[in-house]
T-cell receptor, first 118, second 109 residues
Framework: DSGVTQTPKHLITATGQRVTLRCSPR?????VYWYQQSLDQGLQFLIQ???????AKGNILERFSAQQFPDLHSELNLSSLELGDSALYFC?????????????????FGPGTRLLVL | QKEVEQDPGPLSVPEGAIVSLNCTYS??????FMWYRQYSRKGPELLMY????GNKEDGRFTAQVDKSSKYISLFIRDSQPSDSATYLC?????????FGTGTRLKVLA
């Protein structure tokens, strides 16, 4: 158990809908990262938050947005869902996230949310 | 060209074999190199990390980084059926994490 929690575990929805995925980082971790993993694309970095502020952005679609709250939990919002958005969505956390020494940058992954868009 | 290339496998080996997993990369700015293990679509679990070039050993696992060749390896000695999983290499420059697509390993009893 990495200490990172994600809810829900599974989500089934229809095209055009909007969903929210939630992540609670490990106690003491300030950074949260979101990843999408599909069968043909591997693990794709979406976005990183550090202590409430956006730190880095990857291949995140405009239909997707995220935020990190004062209690450091994070939510990933996916809207106007398409069939191709079906994937595993992982959250990871690290102590820091400022490009510093590795031990503080090590990412610990949650169990993921499996999203199926029908 | 992808920034990180990793053979997807599957790689099947008999129990007790030495396994070699590899990744190549193109961005010389990468300084930190990691290997993650992922069981059947669960969250990736960090196995090893290395800074810059060199070797690092932890139990049955050895990670090697050759920055001059932009090549990293993970060796698993005395492989066990419980090692059957997908192994992901990952690299970081300043902020950006890039993951390989993963190599699926099967260790046969």
């Amino acid at each position: 158990d990495s200490g990172v929690t994600q809810t829900p575990k599974h989500l089934i929805t229809a095209t055009g809908q909007r969903v929210t995925l939630r992540c609670s980082p490990r106690s003491g971790d300030l950074s949260v990262y979101w990843y999408q993993q599909s069968l043909d694309q591997g693990l794709q970095f979406l976005i990183q938050y550090y202590n409430g502020e956006e730190r880095a952005k990857g291949n995140i679609l405009e239909r997707f947005s995220a935020q990190q709250f004062p209690d450091l939990h994070s939510e990933l919002n996916l809207s106007s869902l398409e069939l191709g958005d079906s994937a595993l969505y992982f959250c990871a956390s690290s102590v820091q996230g400022t490009g510093g020494v590795q031990t503080q940058e090590t990412q610990y992954f949650g169990p993921g949310t499996r999203l199926l868009v029908l | 060209q992808k920034e990180v290339e990793q053979d997807p496998g599957p790689l099947s080996v008999p129990e007790g074999a030495i396994v070699s997993l590899n990744c190549t990369y193109s961005n010389s700015a990468f300084q930190y190199f990691m290997w993650y293990r992922q069981y059947s679509r669960k969250g990736p679990e960090l196995l090893m990390y290395t800074y810059s070039s060199g070797n690092k050993e932890d139990g049955r696992f050895t990670a090697q980084v050759d920055k001059s060749s932009k090549y990293i390896s993970l060796f698993i000695r005395d492989s066990q059926p419980s090692d059957s999983a997908t192994y992901l290499c990952a690299m970081r420059g300043t902020y950006k994490y890039i993951f390989g697509t993963g190599t699926r390993l099967k260790v046969l009893a």
